[in-house]
Nanobody, 127 residues
Framework: QVQLVESGGGLVQAGGSLRLSCATS????????MGWFRQAPGKEREFVAS????????NYADSVKGRFTISRDNAQNTEDLQMNSLKPEDTAVYYC????????????????????WGHGTQVTVSS
């Protein structure tokens, strides 16, 4: 089992920044990839970004490229999401997720391939 706990959400004005962190514990050696997803009210969950555990290869949704940066800290067992130039449309609950299998690049953005999920942290961007 892998446990994930998100932190760092909050309220920020448009154009501002927030840094989300995901603390991992348990069988972290089994993790292949970590990801961030988000879900806004009335909308489906969507992929935000991912990073492979060992190689630090990253992938981003087009909507956040150039604004968000995902990173891994192997020593601290944390995964962070630095969010800059935030927009009101970034408002959502953000979830950290862990994938223990390399299903290939096509699976990176699909939530059903991730095995473990955190409880989420709210990010609200005011206009």
């Amino acid at each position: 089992q892998v446990q994930l706990v998100e932190s760092g959400g909050g309220l920020v004005q448009a154009g501002g920044s927030l840094r989300l962190s995901c603390a991992t514990s348990g069988r972290t050696f089994s993790i292949y990839r970590m990801g961030w997803f988000r879900q806004a009210p009335g909308k489906e969950r969507e992929f935000v970004a991912s990073v492979t555990w060992s190689a630090h290869n990253t992938n981003y949704a087009d909507s956040v490229k150039g604004r968000f940066t995902i990173s891994r800290d192997n020593a601290q067992n944390t995964e962070d999401l630095q969010m800059n130039s935030l927009k009101p449309e970034d408002t959502a609950v953000y979830y950290c997720a862990a994938d223990t299998t390399d299903w290939g690049i096509a699976s990176t953005e699909l939530g059903r391939y991730y095995d473990y999920w955190g409880h989420g942290t709210q990010v609200t961007v005011s206009s």
